[in-house]
Every structure is written in structure tokens, then in C-alpha cells.
């Protein structure tokens, strides 16, 4: 039973921007921290942005700070991965995950989508 369903993934140029979905089924992700991870082919799944519950208090991977941005819609029950000048280096699959304990940009998460896939190229 799908429970995380991420969207919003597709081709882009280096430079361009992209918008993430993370849509809760059963799941409600406001009772959730929720992170977003990639993988690039080859690598290990990486943690990418996260934001808690309740707060909504934020961080980011150094290497997307100030060009990705996480954020919450309520009323949608989903959490967004706002992503701004992209790179061919961040190609890969995207996925996001919840948990009711802060694991911040850890692996520990409890839930997982499927992932969507974003390649990076010109």
C-alpha cells in the first residue's frame, strides 16, 4: 500500500528549476518530518532537504543550500521540493520519506516513495 507518492519529476537543462511532490496516501504529513533524498546512479541515496513537524524547521544539504527550498501545504497534505539552478551532477532519482522522529538528513526514515526521476543534461 503506496503511502508517499512523489510527482513532478522530468528532463531539465543545467540551470533550470523544478518542483517536487510529495503526496501523503493514508499518511498524514503533518504528523510526519519528512525529507527529500536522491540517488544518483552508482551512488549511495543522499539526504537532500528536510523539514520537521509541527515547527516546520528546515535544513538542507550543503550543496543545495540557498538553491532548494522544502516546504509544507496542509491543505494539499504534501511537501514540496522547490529546486532552482539544477546541475548535471544532481541527476538521479528522487525520493521523499517520513518519519515521526527527526532522523534530519538521515537514512532512518520509517516511509518511502518510490522516488521520481530528475536527469539533469543538455
Known amino acids: 500500500q503506496l503511502q508517499l507518492v512523489e510527482s513532478g519529476g522530468g528532463s531539465v537543462q543545467p540551470g533550470e528549476s523544478l518542483r517536487l511532490s510529495c503526496t501523503g496516501f493514508v499518511l498524514i504529513l503533518d504528523d510526519y518530518n519528512i525529507a527529500w533524498f536522491r540517488q544518483a546512479p552508482g551512488k549511495e541515496r543522499e539526504g537532500v532537504a528536510r523539514i520537521t513537524r509541527g515547527n516546520g524547521f528546515t535544513r538542507y544539504a550543503d550543496s543545495v543550500e540557498g538553491r532548494f527550498t522544502i516546504s509544507r501545504d496542509s491543505a494539499k497534505n504534501a511537501v514540496y521540493l522547490e529546486m532552482n539552478s539544477l546541475r548535471p551532477q544532481e541527476t538521479g532519482n528522487y525520493y521523499c520519506?517520513?518519519?515521526?522522529?527527526?532522523?534530519?538528513?538521515?537514512?532512518?526514515?520509517?516511509?518511502w516513495g518510490q522516488g521520481t526521476q530528475v536527469p539533469v543534461s543538455s
Open positions: 520519506a517520513g518519519n515521526m522522529v527527526d532522523c534530519e538528513l538521515g537514512t532512518e526514515y520509517d516511509y
